[in-house]
């Protein structure tokens, strides 16, 4: 089995890639409430600033800054994760292993991190997330992409409405972040 070694940086500013566990499910987007509601509930009791954040049908991908002194972003997502499988309703399969931890069966275990280094690895990861419906080839256009950040960002000024056309994106934008915890068939 993998040595898995996650980076504990308290009040770090961490990207992440969190997947079904079936890549053909539209559960996130289908059920986009119950994962707004997991974010707000675990939220609440665990303080986290999202700074940028894109949920496709079958992945997310997003920011975080954890508080001051705070390193634990893996019981957020486990709070997140079970709250949004309990708010869903079931009828996945589910192998012998899930039925055996009392696991639904819908979130791969594991998720991707990358502890952001400094100002242009943070850009380089928003455009990343911003970009990534028109990678996947959801839309042509970043703006037509309901449930993403890049909406904020935009009302905020710090993107041009026209940011992210799949014939204008520069490739530079985001050649840095590569496969950012995708797989390749992603």
């Known amino acids: 089995m993998s040595n898995y070694r996650r980076a504990w940086v308290p009040g770090g500013t961490y990207f992440f890639t969190v997947n079904l566990l079936r890549r053909d499910r539209r559960l996130l987007v289908e059920h986009i409430n119950a994962l707004r509601d997991a974010f707000r509930q675990t939220h609440a009791k665990r303080p986290f600033d999202t700074l940028a954040i894109v949920v496709l049908p079958d992945h997310l991908h997003c920011l975080w800054r954890l508080p001051p002194g705070d390193s634990d972003n893996a019981t957020r997502w486990s709070s997140i994760k079970a709250l949004f ?41 928003v ?45 530079h934008d985001c050649q840095n972040v590569a496969a950012a915890g995708e797989r390749k068939d992603a």
């Open 127 to 171: 455009n990343y997330i911003h970009f990534n419906p028109v990678k996947h080839g959801h839309v042509t256009r970043t703006a037509d992409w309901p449930h993403s950040s890049f909406h904020r960002y935009v009302r905020r000024g710090d993107l041009p409405a026209d940011w992210g056309n799949a014939e204008f994106i520069r490739p």
């Open 85 to 125: 499988s309990r708010a869903t309703p079931a009828g996945e399969y589910r192998s012998e292993r899930h039925m055996a931890k009392g696991e639904r069966g819908i979130w791969q275990r594991r998720y991707w991190e990358h502890l952001i280094r400094d100002e242009d690895d943070f850009a380089t990861h």
